[in-house]
Nanobody, 121 residues
Framework: QAYLVESGGDLVQPGGSLTLSCAAS????????VGWFRQAPGKERERIAC???????YYADSMQGRSTLSIDNARNAVYLRLSSLNTEDTGVYYC???????????????WGQGTQVNISS
């Protein structure tokens, strides 16, 4: 059965950086768009970044200039590099996949279990 696994969540000081990983099993990410979503405490889940199957990237306004997506086809994984982190970046980060193009959260078919990111001094 196809699934995604996130990793890389950690406790980071404000201003620090972090790279999150999303590895796919039993399917190839080359045919899929991969989105990253954040669930902050007391807030709704939001899409913060997405890379389409064609390599086009999208970032939420709050993440522009502070995040970078990359894909490693050999490892069948997508990475999200986060920098200049602040306390508002605290939350559970999920990756998800859907065919080819980025879209709304409810259209993603595969989801990981999430990885916790805490920004605190």
């Amino acid at each position: 059965q196809a699934y995604l696994v996130e990793s890389g969540g950690d406790l980071v000081q404000p201003g620090g950086s972090l790279t999150l990983s999303c590895a796919a099993s039993e399917f190839s990410l080359s045919d899929f768009a991969v989105g990253w979503f954040r669930q902050a405490p007391g807030k709704e889940r939001e899409r913060i970044a997405c890379i389409s199957a064609y390599g086009r990237t999208y970032y939420a306004d709050s993440m522009q200039g502070r995040s970078t997506l990359s894909i490693d086809n050999a490892r069948n994984a997508v990475y999200l590099r986060l920098s200049s982190l602040n306390t508002e970046d605290t939350g559970v980060y999920y990756c998800a996949a859907r065919r080819r193009l980025c879209g709304q959260a409810e259209t993603f078919v595969y989801w990981g279990q999430g990885t916790q990111v805490n920004i605190s001094s």
